[in-house]
């Protein structure tokens, strides 16, 4: 095993977990890709993860659209413990995450956003960020924690970027 065993959630087309991927794959990150999911069946991110033999997850079908029913989030949730993974990483996942995910993965999830929040929310936020020739661009990561008093937060990291070049 190299590091930390990773499941990954996407929904779009795999550009951060192929950058992920990449990383692994040249020593920069020390971990390795057990598992990957999606709540979308024609997502390009389970095309990039058959490619590189990994294991592909579709969750079933929800009524709604930016969130899944909490049944449907704890076979994801099964699905990840059964993989045994160390940590849920969201990378283009875009549905609003629940507490069967967020109790199972409490302090061992980050959610991998390719822009400069609150600016630029929502869908194509670096085309977003490119128009408005924002000077930096980069992604945010959050890691949420509970305090003592039970209430969730998140912390937030940015990895910078100027320019458009693959930054591993």
Not at 51 to 64: A, E, G
Not at 132 to 149: K, L, M, P
């Given at each position: 095993m190299r590091g930390l065993r990773l499941g990954v959630l996407g929904s779009g087309q795999g550009s951060n977990f192929v950058a992920l991927a990449r990383a692994i794959e040249r020593d920069k990150i020390p971990a390795e890709i057990v598992w990957v999911g999606s709540d979308r069946a024609e997502a390009k991110i389970?095309?990039?993860?058959?490619?590189?033999?990994?294991?592909?997850?579709?969750?079933?079908?929800?009524?709604?659209?930016?969130?899944?029913e909490p049944e449907i989030e704890e076979e994801l949730a099964l699905a990840l413990e059964k993989a045994r993974v160390d940590l849920l990483v969201l990378a283009g996942y875009m549905r609003v995450v629940k507490d069967p995910l967020l109790r199972k993965f409490e302090g061992r999830m980050i959610n991998i956003h390719p822009s400069l929040l609150p600016a630029f929310p929502g869908l194509r936020a670096w085309e977003q960020a490119?128009?408005?020739?924002?000077?930096?661009?980069?992604?945010?990561?959050?890691?949420?924690?509970?305090?003592?008093?039970?209430?969730?937060?998140?912390?937030?990291e940015l990895h910078e970027r100027r320019d458009d070049r693959d930054p591993w």
């Open positions: 389970l095309e990039h993860a058959k490619k590189l033999n990994l294991p592909r997850v579709v969750c079933r079908k929800s009524n709604f659209r930016t969130k899944l490119r128009m408005a020739d924002q000077a930096c661009r980069g992604v945010h990561g959050y890691r949420q924690y509970r305090d003592r008093r039970g209430y969730r937060h998140a912390l937030r």
